[in-house]
Nanobody
Framework: QVQLVESGGGLVQAGGSLRLSCAASGRTFSSYAMAWFRQAPGKEREFVAGITGNCGGTKYGDSVRGRFTISRDNAKNTVYLQMNSLKPEDTAVYYC??????????????????WGKGTLVTVSS
């Protein structure tokens, strides 16, 4: 069982930056690939970024590539999402998720094993 707790959300102006964190419980954090998803009001949950268990591989959604960076610190059981050049369309609840296949990044919400409760990011224009 893995518990995930997100933090770092808030209100920011367009063009600004935020860093989200996701703290995971358990002693096998590196056994999970981690990912960030987001869900805006009235829209489906979408893949934002993912990282393999050993930090060797990352993947990004088309809408955030070049602006967002995912990273993880396995010693701290934490995954991060650095968000730069934020746009109003980035406004959403951001969720952290874990997948038990650490060697690959999965972008399908249905394949994730564990989810956090989310943190709200609001970008004003």
């Amino acid at each position: 069982q893995v518990q995930l707790v997100e933090s770092g959300g808030g209100l920011v102006q367009a063009g600004g930056s935020l860093r989200l964190s996701c703290a995971a419980s358990g002693r096998t954090f590196s056994s999970y690939a981690m990912a960030w998803f987001r869900q805006a009001p009235g829209k489906e949950r979408e893949f934002v970024a993912g990282i393999t268990g050993n930090c060797g591989g990352t993947k990004y959604g088309d809408s955030v590539r070049g602006r967002f960076t995912i990273s993880r610190d396995n010693a701290k059981n934490t995954v991060y999402l650095q968000m730069n050049s934020l746009k109003p369309e980035d406004t959403a609840v951001y969720y952290c998720a874990a997948d038990g296949t650490p060697w690959r990044v999965i972008v399908d919400t249905r394949a994730m094993d564990y989810w956090g409760k989310g943190t709200l990011v609001t970008v004003s224009s």
